[in-house]
C-alpha cells in the first residue's frame, strides 16, 4: 500500500482544463496555479464563468433573428408548397429532438459521476478525521497518565521508600523516564493546530452537492419533457401548449448556458489543483506541519523515513526500562514495604496500557493509512469529479444549441399554423362538400335547412310545400338535361347525375336548389314522378 502513491497520475483532461487561459477582470494574464485565497485567481474564474454570457447572447440573437425573419418574411402557404415546407420542418424537429434527447443522455451520465466522486471525496475526509482524531486521542491520552497519574503514584512511593536510598534511586530513575515520554508526545504534531473541521468540511460539500445534482436531475427532465411537448404540440398543433412550450424552451436555454459558465469554472479550478496538489497542501501546512512530515504522508515512499520513529522508540524503550523497574520492586520492595503494592501494581498496569495506546499510534501513524484517503480523495476528484463536469458541459452546450433551434422550429410551426387557418378562411360556408359546412350545419339557426335535405324527412316535409299552380297547357316539356341543370341551379357544382333516375337523393341541397325545387310545375312534377320526393 505505501506504493499507492505511484498510482496516482493526473488524468489528460486535467492538465487541459489548467492550460485554459486565466484573465481578471482588467483582461490580464493570471497566473493557473491554484490559489483560491487570491483576489486575482478568483476573478479568473469568474471571468470564464461569465464567458458563457456570451452564448447565452448568440444564442438569444438567432432566435430573434429567426423571429424576425418569420413575422417579416411569412407569405401564404399554397397546397403545392405546404408538404416540401411542412416535411423539412418535420425533419429539423426530428434532428432537433434527437441531439437534445442525447444531450440528456449525456447529462445523465456527468451528473452521477460527478456525484459518486464528491461522495468518495467526502468518504475519505471522515476517514481521515477518524485517523487524526484516533492520534489526537492515544497521544492526549498517554500525555494525561504521565503528567497525573503515574507522578502521583510515584510520589506516593517517594514517601514511602524515603529510608532506603537504593529504592529512592530507582523511583528517581522511573522519573526520568516519565520526562522521557512526556517530551516525545509533546514533540508530536498537534492536529487541532490546524484548524480545520474535516467533518464540517464534509458535511458543507455533501450539502453542497445534494442541491447540484437535484438542480441539474430537474433541468435534465425539464429538458426530457420538452422535447416530448414539442412533438405532442406539433402534432395536436395546439396553440397553448406551443405557447408553453416556447416559455419553458427559453427558460431551459438560459439555465444551460448558466450552468455551462459553472460547470467550466468549477471543472478548470478544480482541474488546477489536480494537477499539483502536493503543492498546495505543503503550503497550506507549513504552519503547523514540518516539510519532512508533509511530505512523509503525501507521498508514503519507501525511501522516506518516518518522521515520528525515533520519538515512538524512546517512548517504547522508556516504557520498557519502566517495566523492569517495577518488576524489580515487586520482588524486593513488598516484603518490607506491603503498603507499596497498591501504588506499584498501579503504575504496572498503566505501564500496560499506555505500551498497547503506543503499538496503536504507532499504527496510525503510519503513512500508509492517511495516504490511501488522501489518494482516494484525489482519485474521486479529479478523476470522477472532473470528468463528470466535463460531460455536464457538453450537456448543457448541446442542450442550449438544441433548444435554440426548437425555438426556431416553434415558430416556423406557429407560421405554418396561421397560414393553414388563412386557407380555410378563404372556403365558402355554404359549399356543401365543405367539411366546415357540415359542422356549421349542425347550427340551430340553419336547422330548417337541414331538416329539408335530410334524406330522413317525413313526408309531411314535402307536403308542407306549395308549388305555385300553373297552368299544363303553357308547360313545353324539356329535355331530361336540361331539366337536370336547371334544377341545380345551372351550376356543375351542384350536379350529380347518376343520383338522377335511380331513386338516390343527393346527399344535401344548396339554398339555390330548394329555390329552384319550390318553383317546379305540376308537369315537372309529373315529369319526375317520385324521385325526388323526400
Known sequence: MS????????????????????????????DNNFKPEETNYQQSLIFLACAAAVGLGLSLLVVAVCLVCVCCCRRDIDEDTKRPATCCLSWSAVVTGLIACSAVGVGFYGNSETNDGVHQLTYSLYNADHTLGGINDMVAGSLSNAQTVLKTHLDRLDEIFSTRADYLQALRFMALMVN??????TALPDINKANVDLPAIADQTASVEYYRWLTYLLLLI?????????????????????IT??????????????????????????????????KFIVNRTKDFLSADVAHYYLFCSPNLPNPFQQSLTTCQRSLTTMQIQIQGLLLLSLPVFPTAERDLLGIQRLLNSTEFSLHQLTALLDCRG?????????????????EGLLYLSLFSLLAACALSAMLCVIFRVWALMDSRDKVFDDID?????????????????????????SYTSSLGSQASLHPPPQSASNVTPTPEYMNQSMLFGGSPR??????????????????????????????????????FQV
Open 494 to 531: 351542384y350536379e350529380n347525375v347518376p343520383l338522377i333516375g335511380r331513386g338516390s337523393p343527393p346527399p344535401s341541397y344548396s339554398p339555390s336548389m330548394r329555390t329552384t325545387y319550390l318553383s317546379m310545375t305540376d308537369a315537372q312534377i309529373r315529369h319526375f314522378g317520385t324521385d
Open 180 to 185: 522521557n515520554v512526556i517530551r516525545e508526545m
Open 429 to 453: 360556408e355554404e359549399d356543401p362538400f365543405n367539411p366546415e359546412a357540415r359542422r356549421i350545419s349542425f347550427n340551430p339557426r340553419r336547422s330548417n335547412i337541414h331538416s329539408f335535405c
Open 245 to 278: 412550450i416556447l416559455a419553458f424552451a427559453l427558460l431551459s436555454m438560459i439555465l444551460s448556458w448558466a450552468s455551462l459558465g459553472a460547470a467550466t469554472a468549477t471543472a478548470v479550478g478544480t482541474s488546477d489543483f489536480c494537477v499539483s496538489p502536493d
Open 3 to 30: 506504493t499507492a502513491r505511484l498510482d496516482y497520475v493526473a488524468p489528460w483532461w486535467t492538465y487541459w482544463l489548467h492550460n485554459f487561459p486565466h484573465f481578471n477582470f482588467s483582461f490580464q494574464s493570471v
Open 222 to 242: 425539464l429538458d426530457l419533457v420538452i422535447c416530448l411537448a414539442v412533438c405532442l404540440g406539433m402534432a395536436k398543433q395546439s396553440r397553448w401548449l406551443l
Open 370 to 386: 492517511l495516504h490511501k484517503d488522501y489518494v482516494d480523495a484525489l482519485m474521486g476528484v479529479c478523476y470522477d469529479g472532473v
